[in-house]
């Protein structure tokens, strides 16, 4: 699928570690002096790259052979590209969000709202009804490289406001096989995120990842492999934070991937699936997360069902341990907001290469595995898929534990009444 250029895209098999990675380098990146990072690479600038930085982002950063860029930990393997006589797709010649489908027929379609944009996941989702101030331009068979072709005219014409929740790829890897290459998908995708990001009205965009469809499991490893180049994508400085990911494979997975959250068909979802897309939507645009994905109260009904059948009120007459609706949905008020965390992780863990705890222990932050308990702090237990390898988030979760009872005991001695919850 690839409009893949040398100049853009490039694979790299020597990571920083002596690690088979291949890197993609940020779209559309150029330095201060106007120079892209094939220029900069073939020249050999990367040494002088930090004296030409643009809104903080230098080829140091941005490009791969300045040791820069996105990269994955999988080891490239052969792949084909599909050319472009050999393309497919559904998308009219007016874009997206012009072109007449099953479900909507042809629309006016508004501008400044919140924009659904994407393929068959984003066209059979009933949006209106539970996003009534947005628009829907999903097309059932669209592609990633229809997306990256459209979501600049897009983008300029219908100027997308606040949120665009976008869903594409599976369509790509669906025509062409499990030998279709993941990064030349990726970078469509890339493409598309950031002609919304630089729309006028700066958009944040919420992808929806691939699902663990019952009728494509022979390609759920592409899947995987693709949704892994966009969580990195995500926390690259490029995008500035304004691409989130909701991880819907690993949280179909942890639901047990039913048979009915998807058609007839097992491809496309059902209104049981989409209950939940629309839960998790509704937590990413307000920051928060439920406090478990399987999380169900003494009835049976998780935080999506609670959330449809608007069923707060009484969520305290149905606890599990002590925990109900109101602890436990953000849609009742509770959940967890989210944080950067890993920003704080890095920023601490480059200064201290071992965490000391209260015992008298200490764990690198490659050794931060098994289930980890702060002993004095109720409640806060993290299994080994939160602490597992060297991962960022768990580190911040422990230093932060490790700190609110320091300081808790601190201002318990002197007397002190204030927050003792004070990020470090």
Not at 132 to 138: D, F, H, L
Not at 148 to 175: M, Q
């Amino acid at each position: 699928m690839a409009r893949v250029s040398i100049a853009i895209l490039m694979l790299s098999f020597a990571g920083a570690q002596g690690q088979n990675d291949w890197c993609s380098n940020y779209p559309g990146f150029k330095d201060s002096d106007g120079d892209d990072c094939q220029t900069i690479v073939k020249n050999g600038h990367c040494d002088g790259a930090d004296a030409y930085t643009v809104a903080g982002v230098s080829a140091a950063g941005a490009c791969c052979g300045c040791g820069g860029g996105v990269r994955s930990s999988e080891s490239p393997t052969p792949c084909t590209n599909i050319k472009p006589s050999k393309r497919w797709g559904a998308v009219g010649a007016k874009g997206h969000c012009e072109t007449k489908t099953d479900t909507r027929g042809k629309q006016d379609v508004a501008k400044n709202k919140m924009m659904f944009f994407g393929d068959s996941d984003i066209e059979y989702w009933a949006t209106q009804k539970d996003f009534p101030n947005s628009v829907n331009c999903g097309v059932g068979g669209a592609t990633a490289w229809e997306a990256a072709k459209w979501a600049k005219k897009t983008a300029t014409k219908f100027t997308p406001k606040d949120f665009v929740v976008f869903v594409s790829g599976e369509n790509d890897v669906g025509g062409a096989g499990s030998s279709q290459c993941v990064g030349s998908v990726f970078k469509d995708f890339q493409d598309a995120v950031m002609a919304f990001l630089q729309s006028p009205n700066k958009p944040t965009v919420i992808y929806f990842g691939t699902k663990p469809e019952p009728g494509t499991k022979d390609i759920h490893a592409w899947y995987l492999k693709y949704d892994k180049l966009i969580k990195e994508f995500a926390e690259s400085p490029v995008v500035g934070g304004r691409l989130k990911v909701v991880d819907v494979h690993s949280h179909f997975k942890t639901l047990g991937n039913p048979k009915k959250l998807y058609d007839n068909d097992d491809l496309h979802m059902s209104a049981f699936g989409y209950s939940y897309w629309v839960n998790w939507l509704h937590n990413e645009m307000a920051g928060c997360e439920d406090r478990a994905v399987d999380w169900k109260d003494s009835d049976g009904d998780d935080c999506a069902k609670i959330r449809k059948g608007a069923m707060c009120e009484h969520a305290d007459e149905y606890k599990v341990d002590g925990v109900g609706a109101k602890q436990a949905c953000c849609a009742c008020g509770g959940g967890r907001s989210k944080v950067d965390v890993a920003r704080l992780a890095r920023k601490w863990t480059a200064q201290n290469s071992t965490i000391a705890t209260e015992n008298g222990h200490s764990a690198t932050t490659a050794n931060l595995t098994g289930v980890i308990v702060a002993d004095d702090v109720p409640g806060i237990h993290l299994p080994p898929s939160v602490f597992g390898g060297a991962n960022l988030l768990g580190s911040a979760l422990l230093i932060t534990c490790v700190i609110w009872r320091r300081r808790t005991r601190q201002a318990a001695a002197t007397g002190e009444e204030e927050n003792a919850l004070v990020a470090p």
